[in-house]
């Protein structure tokens, strides 16, 4: 009877370790899922990772179409049928709107982390903020007095501009593979926005002053994402505010996307500075 308590005995002493080292090694797997969910969530190394593993090059290719088109015809309906005239307050509007959504997400956790603002100059995001909001006044005030066919064929000329800035700036060049389905796809557009087109001096005026800045912003934007492990999300909540007070300050005689007279002019000039 004692050697089978002692039996018994010795085996729940096993049963009672092995039980013990299996939650240390439960805790200790919980403990590196902790770790890593840390690392993928609150570092903006692992945001970045997050991005580009639930969204990829076609998932963002396909997103960024639909927006745009959406974009592109809720604001021509606004300023066409509604008969809204403020381009620039719109695009005010489209600013505050994204950046109350983005303070929910800030809020509730769910904005990706910044990178350490060291390793990005504050002048690189305040000039982005500055360009962003340049190129949408711009880019609503030549909707606003263009065809959408003339407004598409005005973008298509931005993609060249990329190009040839990069390769004068940064010496960057791009495969002959490329260029072709560049091209291709330029033309694709052209065709299907010939029938379209309506042509107006002014319109055509503010339509090719959009497509610098546009440009430029579309590179400033690709090289923070590139070198400073920032993601969409969070270098729109960093330059947002910049945009805004750009926005909110633009001249009047953007207002309403009608010349003034010189003297409004000035004083425009005087108040944006």
């Keep these: 009877m004692a050697l089978l308590d002692s039996l018994l005995g010795n085996e729940a002493k096993r049963f009672v370790k092995r039980k013990d ?15 890593s969910l840390y690392n993928d969530l609150r570092t903006s190394e692992g945001a970045k990772r997050q991005q580009q593993r639930f969204c990829g090059p076609v998932v963002a290719m396909t997103f960024n179409f639909v927006v745009s088109v959406g974009i592109i015809l809720a604001n021509k309906l606004v300023m066409g049928r509604v008969g809204f005239k403020f381009p620039i307050f719109l695009t005010l509007i ?47 005030t030549s909707l606003k007095h263009n065809s959408v066919g003339f407004y598409q064929m005005a973008k298509i000329a931005v993609t060249p501009t990329i190009v040839l800035a990069e390769f004068i700036l940064f010496r960057k060049t791009i495969s002959c593979n490329k260029v072709l389905a560049l091209a291709v796809v330029s ?87």
Excluded at 21 to 35: I, M, N, P, W, Y
Excluded at 129 to 136: D, T
Excluded at 238 to 267: D, K
């Design 21 to 35: 080292s299996d939650a240390g090694e439960a805790g200790k797997a919980l403990e590196e899922l902790r770790g």
């Design 94 to 140: 489209h600013y505050v709107t994204a950046w109350l959504l983005l303070a929910i997400f800030k809020t509730l956790s769910i904005l990706p982390v910044s990178p350490p603002a060291r390793t990005t100059p504050f002048t690189s995001l305040f000039s982005l903020g500055a360009v962003m909001a340049f190129a949408s006044g711009l880019a609503n």
């Design 187 to 273: 033309a694709g557009v052209a065709v299907a926005t010939v029938t379209d087109l309506e042509f107006n001096l002014f319109g055509a005026l503010i339509a090719i002053a959009w497509i610098v800045p546009s440009a430029v912003n579309k590179i400033l934007w690709s090289n923070l994402q590139q070198q400073g492990n920032w993601t969409a999300l969070a270098l729109m909540w960093r330059t947002t505010p910049q945009s805004l007070v750009f926005s909110s300050n633009g001249p009047g005689h953007w207002h309403s996307g009608q010349p003034q007279q010189p003297a409004m002019l000035f004083l425009d000039s005087s108040r944006l500075v």
